[in-house]
Every structure is written in C-alpha cells, then in structure tokens.
C-alpha cells in the first residue's frame, strides 16, 4: 500500500468545508491494545504523518495477533502547546512479538462520539476541529483525553488516493441526561 501522496487534494473535487458536524453515532467499545509505530509531531511537521503510514504499512499483514483490517491513528499526549504524540496503528491481541521499534496503546473500554469524515485525508484536521470547537463545547459530553482521540480507517479507505471510510473517534463521557 503506497501512502506517501495521500496529503495531496484530491483531482477530482474540493472537499466540502466542514463547518457543522454532529456524531452520526455513539459506540461503546471494549477495551482495545492497539499497536505500531509512533513519531512525535508539531503541528508544523504533521505533513509527515502520510511517510509514518509509509513505513507502517508494508509490516501490517505481518504483525502477530493482528485483530481485523481496521487501521487507526491514535493521538495522544496532546499537552497545551504545540506537539503531539502520533501511533499509526492496528488493533492486536496481545503484544507479544511486536517487532522492534514498535509500541502499543492500551485503550481503555469506552464512549465514543463517532464523526464520519466524508472529505480527503488532508482536510481531516477540519473535521477534528470542528468536532472539538464547535459540537463539544454545547454537547454535554467531555473528552475523556484516554486517548485524545482515534482516528478510524475502516476497510474502504483507500491509501492510494487518501479518501473512503475514515471517521473520528472521540472518547467522551457525561452527555445531556447522563
């Protein structure tokens, strides 16, 4: 799987500019050890995450106890300022033979409000945005920060031009009626 162009727009249409966004749902999973490789980011350098991905990808079909093919990236350690941690991910059962190199994240069992993202992976920090700026802060809902959010590519995506099933995980807890 080649990703080393998906941060380029796509030829055929603008994505649309995402201004409202609701969860199309809520989902209440178990807990998860996702798994693979992490780089540290600021937001000036986050064009690189697509070469992570790169590097990734070629091991996936490989990693033992691999669960489903369900990719994520997870964002964590998100402190106020300008950086963040980025794992390119798969879920795994255990972590018992992950090559070297590699790290996992244990999930706990949780809420999610779950944003479909219906545009090209290079706009997906809109749809990030708007779930935290403008849905959260009037939801009733608070972010969990464990992690920081999930980004969920689900078996339509397509790496080769950067856009099918990808949606926002956002961990959430309280909620209007809670």
Not at 25 to 42: H, P
Not at 61 to 68: E, F, H, Q, R, S
Request: aromatic share 10%; glycine share 12%; with cysteine.
């Amino acid at each position: 799987m080649e990703r080393t162009n998906m941060l380029d727009p796509l030829e055929s249409a603008d994505a649309p500019e995402v201004s409202v966004v609701t969860p199309s749902r809520f989902e209440d999973r178990a807990a998860m050890i996702l798994a693979g490789l992490k780089e540290r980011y600021t937001f000036e350098n986050m064009g690189e995450i697509p070469a992570q991905w790169g590097r990734f990808a070629p091991q996936i079909d490989a990693l033992p106890g691999k669960v489903g093919r369900d990719e994520y990236g997870v964002i964590v350690n998100t402190p106020e300022g300008n950086g963040f941690d980025y794992l390119a991910a798969v879920e795994v059962s255990d972590t018992s033979g992950l090559p070297d190199g590699f790290t996992h994240v244990e999930v706990p069992p949780q809420r999610y409000a779950v944003f479909p993202h219906p545009g090209h992976v290079s706009t997906l920090c809109e749809t990030i945005d708007a779930a935290f700026s403008k849905w959260l802060p009037g939801s009733g809902y608070e972010a969990t920060g464990a992690p920081d959010l999930l980004e969920h590519y689900g078996e339509n995506f397509d790496p080769e031009i950067g856009a099918g099933d990808m949606e926002i995980w956002l961990p959430v807890r309280g909620g209007k009626g809670a």
